[in-house]
T-cell receptor, first 112, second 113 residues
């Protein structure tokens, strides 16, 4: 079955630590996205990538970094500079910019 | 600035009754409007979209939405609610068909048996 796989499902970060969230898709989509979901708020865009080796900042990119070395993979690193990282992180992909998003099942990140 | 408003945090409806989840968007260029549903601890699933054409859009699971340009609204509807429809619903504008997206804050739908 085609889809998007996010891992791990739960992740804990210690103070000053960088952590990386994995996102893999086998839908052959060019575009991939990372969103952050906080309770009572809609999703906010962290980064997006239109194509391999290219990515753009979204609305809340500070404290995060990404890479897109392969079409299937778009990992997100939450750096120590992100002072409030506790949230539910969702990865998504789409065929084109105006097409529907396909979402992974998410990673819940918490701070120890 | 572009925005999407979902004026109700929560909607309660009895099973078998019609349901409406409201959404309004700000006017700037051409809206590309979507509805997504999120079940607990899961990713979002696409329900339907409006880009151009018919103002009444039909989607998954019996849902439909009506685009109203004069009222800048895109309300989600279903003629007969099911308990399994209970979830969090998001209205989304991918304005101009670009990569950036504006999500509403979400409306939690409770359907009581």
């Amino acid at each position: 079955d085609g889809g998007i796989t996010q891992s791990p499902k739960y992740l804990f970060r210690k103070e000053g630590q960088n952590v990386t969230l994995s996102c893999e898709q086998n839908l052959n989509h060019d575009a991939m996205y990372w969103y952050r979901q906080d309770p009572g708020q809609g999703l906010r865009l962290i980064y997006y990538s239109q194509i391999v080796n290219d990515f753009q900042k979204g609305d809340i990119a500070e404290g995060y970094s990404v890479s897109r070395e392969k079409k299937e993979s778009f990992p997100l690193t939450v750096t120590s500079a992100q002072k409030n990282p506790t949230a539910f992180y969702l990865c998504a992909s789409s065929i084109h910019s105006n097409e529907k998003l396909f979402f992974g099942s998410g990673t819940q990140l918490s701070v120890l | 600035a572009q925005s999407v408003a979902q004026p109700e945090d929560q909607v309660n409806v009895a099973e078998g009754n019609p349901l409406t989840v409201k959404c309004t968007y700000s006017v700037s260029g051409n809206p590309y409007l979507f509805w997504y549903v999120q079940y607990p601890n899961r990713g979002l699933q696409f329900l339907l979209k409006y880009i151009t054409g018919d103002n009444l859009v039909k989607g998954s699971y019996g849902f439909e939405a009506e685009f109203n340009k004069s009222q800048t609204s895109f309300h989600l509807k279903k003629p007969s609610a099911l308990v399994s429809d209970s979830a969090l619903y998001f209205c989304v504008d991918r304005f101009g068909g670009g990569f950036k997206t504006i999500f509403g804050a979400g409306t939690r739908l409770f359907v009581k048996a």
